[in-house]
Each structure stands twice: as C-alpha cells, then as structure tokens.
C-alpha cells in the first residue's frame, strides 16, 4: 500500500492543470484572473485556477455551438463514438491516482476514498454510457395504411453542466458522460472550490479522440460564470447539482432566456427509519454511521435523519456510537488510513458548527462529537456528532446541514414514522429496517422519496435512477432514463398518398 509519504511526495510533484479548456486548449481567463484553490486539510493554497467570467462562457459556447452545428460528434458514426468513449474511461481510469489525487487535495476527501470509490464509478459511468449509443431506438407505430408515423430521439444541442464541490469528478460525470453519449456538446462548470479534477478528464476525452470544441470546462464562480452559463440563449439545458436555493434561481434564468430545460438535483434531508423488528442491530448501526459519516456528510443523500422506534432507542444509540468511534477518525486526507477527511472549506466548518451550536441552544443532546477536531486547527475539520432527543421542530432536524451531524428522533408506530419521514420539503432518499416484508413494502409506498432502501442505505449501481421529490429536484442521474433527458422526440408523419 502506498503510504502517506508517499502520497505527500507524489502531492508535491504533481503538475496541475489550472486553465480552462474551451475548443481543445488550455487557456487562461480572458482577463487573466484566477481563483486560489485552497487544500481544507492544511488551509494552504493548492494552486491558482483560472477563473472564467460571462466572456469566457460566451466563448465556450461558441465553440461547442460551432461543434454542434457541424456534426463533428453527433453525425459521427455511432460505434465510433462508442469507441471514443470506451478509450476516454480507459485512460480516466489509466489516471485514477492522478485524478483522486486532486480530488483529496483540493476538498478533503480521503485519498483511498478517492481510489476506491469515486474513481471507480467515474469509470463505470464513462463505460455504461459509452456501451448505451448504439441502444437508443425509436419506434414507428401503427398508423393509417396511406402513411408512416417515426418517433425518433435526437440530442438536445450545447448542454450547459453545473456540478458540485462534493464529489466533483463523480457528479460532473454523471452530466457529461449521458450528454455526450447522447450526442450533445457540453460546457462544464465545475464548483470553484475543487476544479481541478475537471480539467484534466476533459484533455483526456481529446487524447481519446474527442473533437475539439465537444466537450469544454470553464472553472468560475456561480454568481458569474453559473449565471452566465444559465442565462445563455445558444444553451438548450442546464443540469444542475447543489443547493435547492440555486435550483430555484437557475429555473428564474430559464424563463429569462430561452426557456431552456433546467434538470435538478438540489439536497434532501433523507430519513432512515428504523423499525423495532429490524434483523441486525449491528448491521443497521453500521449502515446508519455510513450513511451520514461517509465524504464527512457531505452527500445530498445524506442519511441524516436517524428515525429510530421508542423500544430500541438505548440499543441503538449505543451500537450508533461504537461503530463512529470504531468507523470515523478525522486523520490527514493523504493518509490511507484515514476514513474522515476535512470539510471542503473553513467556511463551511464555520456554517456546520454553527448548526451544531443551533442544536445545542434547542436543547438536543449531544451524544457523540459536537464540534471541531482541536487536534487540527489549521484544518477545516468537524467531530462526527450525534444529536439524540431532537423533534421534527428543531432546526438541525428539518434543514440540511452538509456535514458530519446525525439527529435521532424517535417513534412510537409505522403511522408516526412515516410522517415524520415525509414532514420535510426534501424527499432525495430514505431507507427502511424491518424484518417484515409486508412493512417494507407499505413503507417504501408511503414514504415520499425518489429512492427508498429497504435494510441498507447507499446501494445500487448505474441502472438505478437517482433523484428526488419535492424540492430535491426534478430530475434523475444515472440510468438510461438519464440519458432519455439529454434527448428530445421528434415525430414524422410520411404521407403514402
């Protein structure tokens, strides 16, 4: 196993790509401004990025437009890019240490995570959308005898993505690999916070012989660079993952322009129920401990809401707590045997401990954590903390908080818990622990969520459609009906007369 040394020497020699990649070069922001990307483990800057303005977005869209409107990806035959997909995950995947490297030292995440988990999965998604070209049918259905009826599905044209800090390699490939799949061009903004891990990939989509002009990435600020991107009228769709404050805005600027589609993903606040006659208390607790524990509770998905039955109250905590204390240990993200990294910023430490301290002043008890690590001042870290006693009333049980922080509340009956999982304006995921089928299958109709698990939390693999209800958003990653929202229908009726 390659040890921390090693990591911290490989962090040391790592060239970083900072510049924006608009038509297939690298290039810097027209005004020549950068933005400082700061590693949240030591608070030291990392690199200076390229920060893109509402020019920089006026010139990548002209490019991917450019790119669209002379076919150079879309009339490309089918297998072929189907090919070029195929060698862009190979070569994502030839360069997972370098990518999960800039992924652990630009938002905390710890590095075997990065190698373990989110690389993985960047390339599993590459290649199932890559395998999906050549399966995308039409139909022609059964019409009048003097006439013959198409339905097809063409791509939309320039697709505008907007993704997170949280998994920043993760959730970008969830837009781009779909869109491109389907045919469009795209223009990528990633968070400025963590853009590195989004340079490098799209170089790589042009080393695997991807036209220039395809696929672009301009890092920037949402106020500006998101904004421009969203409000521009040569864009046919925004996907979007973050905040629902945002989601709500971005849907402003459609209507504001050209009433582009607008496809959301915007948090939750999920609920795992925990029922008395659950089959392993051990197991349960583990999966609880993950699901709010698991990239610092950074996760839209996050099961944060602990709905645990009156009689198995005690147990539950006890097991809750052992499997943190054993699970979670914050630790220098370079490390490999660190399993809790830092918070991608000192602001947002600042913002969850300040929900900590709500907590507090509501009178929820803290049964683990609590506060920062004084261990690592300089590190933006936060204690894996447990609030018991906490009513659908209080604050940190109704708002997301995006970090390590589970609140318990307990029930009485199925009726109860069911209202206090849908007694939330989220409704992104959720899960359900019993041993009775019956139950689960109630619960799981009952319970307002895009995604319920039944006994786990976190499964799945890419046929699974990820979104929510409610506001969590209007829209679902992964899964071929993903790739149904990079298209559009078109009908043709041939007259035979």
Not at 66 to 82: N, T
Not at 196 to 224: C, D, H, W, Y
Not at 314 to 327: C, N, P, V
Request: proline share 5%; aromatic share 6%; net charge negative.
């Amino acid at each position: 196993m390659t040890s921390l040394a090693d990591w911290r020497a490989r962090a040391k020699a790592l060239q970083v790509e900072t510049g924006l990649i608009i038509d297939g070069k690298a290039v810097p922001a027209l005004d020549g401004a950068t933005h400082p990307v700061i590693n949240p483990a030591t608070g030291a800057t990392i690199a200076e990025a390229a920060c893109g303005s509402a020019a920089d977005i006026d010139r990548a869209v002209a490019a991917a437009k450019a790119a669209w409107e002379d076919g150079r990806w879309r009339h490309m035959y089918p297998r072929e890019r189907m090919a070029v997909m195929r060698r862009w995950a190979d070569l994502v995947e030839a360069q997972a240490e370098e990518l999960a490297l800039l992924e652990t030292l630009s938002m905390g995440k710890p590095i075997t995570d990065a190698l373990t988990i989110d690389l993985p999965e960047v390339v599993v998604t590459i290649r199932y959308f890559g395998e999906a070209i050549d399966k995308i049918a039409g139909l022609s259905t059964i019409s009048a005898h003097d006439a013959v009826h198409t339905i097809s599905r063409e791509p939309l044209g320039v697709v505008g993505a907007i993704s997170p800090w949280n998994y920043p390699l993760l959730m970008a490939a969830w837009k781009v690999a779909p869109a491109l799949a389907a045919g469009n061009c795209v223009v990528l903004k990633p968070s400025e916070l963590a853009p590195l891990s989004s340079i490098r990939p799209a170089q790589l989509f042009l080393e695997a012989g991807g036209p220039a002009g395809v696929f672009n990435v301009v890092n920037g600020t949402g106020i500006e660079a998101g904004k421009a991107l969203a409000l521009h009228n040569d864009v046919a769709k925004i996907s979007f993952t973050g905040s629902t404050a945002v989601g709500k805005q971005l849907l402003v600027y459609a209507g504001q322009s050209n009433m582009k589609r607008v496809s959301l993903e915007t948090g939750g606040k999920s609920p795992q129920v925990f029922m008395p006659d659950l089959p392993d208390l051990d197991r349960a607790a583990e999966y609880a401990v993950r699901g709010i524990f698991d990239n610092a509770g950074q996760v839209c998905n996050a099961g944060s809401r602990l709905l645990v039955h009156a009689a198995i109250r005690d147990q539950f905590i006890a097991a809750f707590t052992r499997k943190a204390q054993e699970l979670y240990n914050p630790g220098d993200p370079l490390d490999p045997a660190t399993t809790l990294g830092p918070l991608v910023s000192s602001a947002q430490q600042g913002k969850v401990l300040g929900w900590i301290e709500s907590g507090k002043a509501e009178g929820a008890a803290v049964a683990l954590g609590g506060g920062a690590d004084p261990s690592r001042p300089d590190g933006a870290y936060v204690l894996p903390t447990l609030f018991t006693g906490v009513t659908a009333q209080m604050a940190i049980g109704r708002e997301e908080i995006f970090g390590p922080v589970a609140a318990m509340l307990t029930f009485s009956s199925e009726e109860e818990a069911i209202r206090l999982a849908n007694d939330s304006i989220y409704g992104l995921a959720a899960s359900v622990w019993t041993s009775d089928l019956a139950t689960a299958h109630r619960m799981v109709k009952a319970i307002e969520a895009g995604v319920v698990w039944v006994n786990c939390f976190g499964d799945g693999d890419m046929t699974q459609p990820f979104g929510g209800f409610k506001q969590s958003g209007n829209t679902r990653d992964k899964s071929l009906e993903s790739l149904a929202g990079y298209m559009q229908s078109k009908s043709s009726w041939i007259s035979l007369g």
